[in-house]
């Protein structure tokens, strides 16, 4: 039975696009990442499988149960990381975290205190005197605090710190060894692929794919950026699989699929000044790899 299963679902906010039949499920013990650009619609859908808004047509289901029937009783077992987390008043993050705890059965004390040692997170700090990361840092603790079978995570790393990124990485990948399934939005690509084994990819409300990470991989370009010392010859560089080709005198950009000694053959072939070879932005990819999909007939 999948953990999550969306049918057609679907929110509009008076006339204007939220999500548009959205169909997807995601099984026991997955990664998922759910991928899109800002607004694509990752936060909506959320909201509505967890019954913060209400969808206008399809439906959500955790677990096997209706999101909106059985609400209360599903949200138990999820741990819920919104994309901004805001607390209110001047709490210290101690009697914030046991006053979350409450609504568990568990005594989750020693766990809590695991979680911001993990986290380096100073309990006894005031939630008004932290900065935006160590705020998030409450969110994961409060999120991860009960052992939910399911986490959500909307957004889970802006505001943190690479180190601190890493640390969160590695508490996901030992939840997700000890059973938990996890849904992983994100509109960066690079910390989607590090975690995630299946990805969704959404745009303007709408899947455009579902993939497994190493297919989605395996059809992505590269794109080259590299400075040589004279005019580059762009016909050297006319082969299958190069795309956007942009220069100017001796700087040179573009994009790369294909068998890299090719490139790499062409390109030795300069005499550079530098070289950059990068992961193209995601807006790019959905580009390249919706052309190659259709170019494919599929
Ligand atoms: N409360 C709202 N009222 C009206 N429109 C909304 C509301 N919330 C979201 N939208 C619209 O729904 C669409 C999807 O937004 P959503 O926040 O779900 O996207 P997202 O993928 O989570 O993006 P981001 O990463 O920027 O949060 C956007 O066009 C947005 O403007």
Redesign the pocket.
């Known amino acids: 039975m999948p953990v999550i299963e969306l049918n057609g679902l679907t929110?509009t906010?008076?006339g204007?696009?939220?999500?548009t039949d959205l169909s997807f499920t995601v099984e026991e013990g997955e990664i998922f990442g759910f991928i899109?650009?800002?607004?694509?619609?990752?936060?909506?859908?959320?909201?509505t499988m967890l019954g913060l808004?209400y969808p206008t047509g399809g439906s959500a289901k955790i677990f096997g149960k209706d999101c909106l029937q059985h609400g209360t009783e599903i949200k138990k077992e999820i741990g819920y990381l919104p994309?901004e987390v805001f607390y209110y008043d001047n709490m210290k993050v101690k009697d914030l975290l046991q006053y979350s705890a409450s609504f568990y059965k568990k005594d989750s004390r020693k766990r809590m205190r695991e979680l911001a040692e993990r986290m380096e997170l100073d309990l006894n700090k005031r939630i008004d005197d932290l900065s935006l990361g160590n705020k998030k840092k409450v969110g994961i603790v409060q999120g991860l605090l009960h052992e939910p079978r399911l986490i959500i995570l909307?957004?889970p790393t802006s505001g943190l710190d690479p180190l601190m990124q890493q640390r969160f990485f590695e508490l996901l990948e030992e939840e997700n060894r000890k059973g938990a399934t996890i849904l992983f939005?994100s509109?960066i690509l690079s910390e989607v692929q590090r975690l995630c084994s299946r990805v969704a990819i959404?745009k303007?409300?709408r899947l455009i794919a579902l993939e497994k990470m190493s297919e989605l991989k395996g059809s992505t370009y590269k794109k080259f950026k590299l400075a040589a010392k004279s005019d580059v010859d762009a016909s050297a560089f006319g082969i299958p699989g190069v795309m956007e080709w942009k220069s100017e005198g001796g700087e040179v950009s573009f994009l790369f699929k294909g068998d890299i000694n090719e490139i790499l053959r062409r390109i030795a072939g300069l005499e550079l000044e530098n070289l950059w070879v990068e992961e193209p932005d995601l807006e790019e990819i959905f580009m390249h790899y919706y052309e190659s999909r259709e170019g494919a007939g599929a």
Do not use: F, L, V
């Open positions: 929110k906010y008076g204007a696009r939220g999500i899109g650009p800002n607004g694509a619609g990752k936060s909506t859908t959320i909201r808004i994309s909307d957004e939005s509109h959404i303007e409300g």
